[in-house]
């Protein structure tokens, strides 16, 4: 008798909740998608993946698309402000680790990443901001959203970022995120404006943070594997 397959409820559809997803589906886990607002592109700012982070993009097929649409960070490099370098970290990763850190727009990674779970068939649900959840010993667990709508499943991932409403259902008094009062600014600029940098540093006054600027959501090409 075949085992019927476990069913996933994972609320969240920003970086870690549809790639927790496709791997529960290749793991043979019937994994569902929830997320709060309506399907977007084009938001956010730009973020930069550690080498840690692009062996999980390769590992779904995404490193060599996403090196392609953002630009490989060749160290950090830091200035005062009057220009004086103080110092440098974080060189020669791929070497060092086997990927490569890329600078994307988070836009980008985000498309990307629900495009590729759609293309593995992970069913992603927009609009269903989790409200609350039903925890019952050996019962399926229960989540409620927003629209008054539920999901039941065998268990329950919370991906549901910084605010998580999973966190404080399972934690409730956990700590809180904090203001700390530090605001950081970044920018884009296009690729265009560096491509005749030279790659070797010494003769760069400073490194760069270049993402692409591609964000327009096109249906994506599944390709079999
Ligand atoms: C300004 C800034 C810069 C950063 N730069 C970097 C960087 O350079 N490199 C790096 O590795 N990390 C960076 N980070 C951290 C990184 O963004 C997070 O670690 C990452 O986004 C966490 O992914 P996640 O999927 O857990 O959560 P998120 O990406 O926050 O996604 C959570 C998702 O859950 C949804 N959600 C929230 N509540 C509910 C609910 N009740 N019901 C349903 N859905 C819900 C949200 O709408 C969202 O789509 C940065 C963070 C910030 C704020």
């Known amino acids: 008798m075949t085992k019927p397959s476990r069913k996933a409820i994972i609320i969240g559809a920003g970086i870690a909740g549809p790639v927790a997803a496709i791997f529960l589906k290749r793991a043979g886990i019937d994994a569902r998608v929830f997320e709060a607002w309506p399907y977007s592109a084009g938001i956010g700012g730009g973020l930069q993946i550690a080498p840690n982070g692009m062996h999980v993009l390769a590992e779904i097929g995404l490193a060599d698309e996403m090196?392609?649409?953002?630009?490989?960070?060749?160290?950090?490099?830091?200035?005062?402000?009057?220009?004086?370098?103080?110092?440098?970290?974080?060189?020669?990763?791929?070497?060092?680790?086997?990927?490569?850190?890329?600078?994307?727009?988070?836009?980008?990674?985000?498309?990307?990443?629900?495009?590729?779970?759609?293309?593995?068939?992970?069913?992603?649900?927009?609009?269903?901001?989790?409200?609350?959840?039903?925890?019952?010993?050996?019962?399926?667990?229960?989540?409620?959203?927003?629209?008054?709508?539920?999901?039941?499943?065998?268990?329950?991932?919370?991906?549901?970022g910084v605010h998580s409403a999973v966190r404080a259902h399972v934690i409730p008094d956990g700590p809180k995120p904090f203001d700390t009062g530090l605001i950081g600014f970044g920018g884009f600029v296009p690729r265009s404006m560096f491509e005749n940098t030279r790659s070797d540093s010494a003769s760069r006054p400073r490194s760069v943070k270049a993402v692409s600027l591609a964000t327009a959501f096109a249906a994506p090409t599944c390709k079999t594997a």
């Open 67 to 160: 090196i392609r649409r953002g630009s490989i960070a060749e160290s950090f490099d830091f200035y005062s402000q009057s220009g004086a370098r103080l110092g440098s970290i974080n060189r020669n990763m791929e070497q060092r680790f086997g990927q490569p850190a890329v600078n994307m727009s988070r836009a980008t990674l985000n498309e990307e990443i629900i495009g590729k779970a759609w293309c593995e068939n992970v069913e992603l649900a927009f609009e269903k901001r989790l409200v609350s959840i039903e925890d019952r010993a050996d019962q399926p667990i229960i989540a409620h959203f927003a629209d008054g709508t539920s999901a039941e499943g065998d268990f329950l991932i919370g991906a549901d």
